[in-house]
């Protein structure tokens, strides 16, 4: 994907021809930052690429205000099929961050970073990281380099593959994991099985961290 109109083509087709391809249940990543976003008493959180809504409905049963953004606009139509319009979705990609000038408790991020180059993910880091408030957290689920599709597919750059046409994927480590994160206030990094090994990263905001 080499711009955000192909982006947003290919997320409209997926979503247009394959629904809700992921189902209702929310991921295992969401579940777990759900419980630590209510044990710090987080009330307004940003989920960056929504899709149709399955991982912010945990947020919302614990009395979670959720803001999202999401490239399709086919994904939002659902989401407010399934889940109502009270939410406020931004339609447009995450690499045109920011949306509003809100600063949030939380911001939730699934699997979405790895599908960008790494220009787009130092932007994605840094906006999410400025639309936090202070002490604020942010947690980023990444595909590992453990999964069996790294190094298949297409090699564009050291670990970042196009896996499928129209798919490029970028595997973590821990070392880089470390990179990208930690100037963004990194505390924990943890393994966590979705479909894939993926990372489970947390940050938080606060003085020492630029």
């Not at 896996?163 to 206030?185: H, K, L, P």
Request: charged share 25%; aromatic share 14%; proline share 2%.
């Amino acid at each position: 994907m080499t711009n955000d109109k192909d982006k947003t083509e290919f997320w409209e087709s997926s979503f247009i021809e394959k629904q809700e391809m992921w189902g209702f249940e929310p991921s295992n990543s969401a579940i777990l930052t759900k419980d630590f976003f209510v044990e710090k008493s987080l009330k307004n959180i940003l989920i960056p690429g929504i899709g149709y809504g399955r991982n912010a409905q945990v947020f919302r049963e614990n009395g979670i205000t959720v803001t999202g953004i999401e490239i399709s606009k086919t994904a939002i139509e659902m989401a407010e099929k399934h889940y109502g319009s009270e939410m406020t979705i931004y339609h447009g990609s995450v690499t045109d961050m920011p949306f509003d000038q809100i600063k949030y408790d939380g911001i939730f991020c699934y699997a979405l970073i790895h599908l960008l180059d790494g220009n787009e993910r130092d932007k994605l880091i840094r906006d999410c990281y400025s639309q936090l408030s202070e002490n604020g957290y942010m947690v980023f689920t990444v595909i590992s380099k453990e999964a069996q599709t790294y190094g298949k597919g297409r090699f564009l750059s050291e670990d970042r593959y196009e896996i499928f046409d129209g798919v490029n994927m970028f595997f973590y480590d821990r070392t880089s994991i470390q990179a990208e994160f930690g100037q963004a206030g990194l505390f924990e990094i943890t393994e966590i099985t979705e479909n894939f090994p993926f990372f489970l990263i947390k940050c938080k905001k606060n003085n020492h961290t630029t």
